[in-house]
């Protein structure tokens, strides 16, 4: 519940209230503090912070906590994961030295797929829906002259997520194009997907990348021929 406060994404706004308490501190439900939409987390280590006057845990604790918490789904606890490490809020180390106990395996799993370079969280949905597909995916690949790729699949395609925010005016619209001239002088196919795109599952996601490098090899094997 604090990932909003410190500017971690999240698909959609959680039902539940995530409450971490000291492991033996009592929390009961009454007629005056009802407990249905509540999630008890009880921490072996819990430290007081506090954002805006809004008490809450620090964000290795709270990364440590979704990662390993049965309400958060992977993609949403990856996201966080993505969004603190690029902001420098955290680092592996800082979080992964929390990850003891139960499904602590599965988190240092999929902590480890976290990557600082994702800066939204449609670059992270869909670099995990494409590596689960089995694709190569590098996450903010830096090619001179042209800058940052939002995640280089298979060293051929320039997958890049538009958010409306930044390709939007004509100035962003221009900078996409000359961008993409570039890329393609250089052999890398640029795919730009909308946010809508992304939303619609990683089964759309993965097939337009797999028409796309279809398409990529036939354009080879056509001027191989002559």
Do not use: K
């Not at 805006?52 to 966080?80: F, K, S």
């Not at 001239?181 to 089964?203: F, H, K, N, S």
Request: hydrophobic share 40%; net charge negative; charged share 25%.
């Amino acid at each position: 519940s604090a990932a909003p406060l410190y500017g971690y994404p999240v698909r959609r706004q959680p039902r539940t209230v995530h409450l971490a308490v000291r492991r033996h501190h009592g929390v009961r439900p009454s007629h005056i503090r009802p407990m249905d939409a509540v999630r008890i987390h009880r921490e072996p280590c819990l430290t007081p912070s506090s954002i805006a006057g809004v008490p809450c845990v620090p964000p290795p604790e709270l990364l440590a906590r979704a990662l390993r918490c049965p309400d958060v789904a992977d993609i949403d606890a990856l996201a966080m994961v993505d969004s603190a490490l690029h902001q420098g809020h955290v680092t592996v180390e800082d979080v992964r030295d929390l990850l003891r106990g139960p499904c602590s395996a599965a988190a240092r799993e999929l902590l480890a797929q976290g990557e600082s370079a994702s800066r939204s969280i449609i670059e992270t949905i869909v670099r995990h829906d494409l590596r689960q597909a089995g694709f190569t995916v590098a996450a903010g690949v830096v090619i001179e002259g042209i800058g940052e790729l939002d995640n280089l699949v298979e060293g051929l395609i320039d997958l890049e997520t538009d958010g409306a925010e930044f390709h939007r005016t004509p100035e962003q619209v221009a900078r996409d194009h000359w961008r993409d001239q570039q890329l393609i002088a250089r052999g890398i196919l640029p795919l730009r997907l909308t946010y809508d795109d992304v939303m619609r599952g990683p089964e759309h996601v993965v097939r337009l990348v797999r028409d796309a490098l279809s398409g990529i090899r036939a354009l080879a094997d056509r001027l191989e021929a002559g």
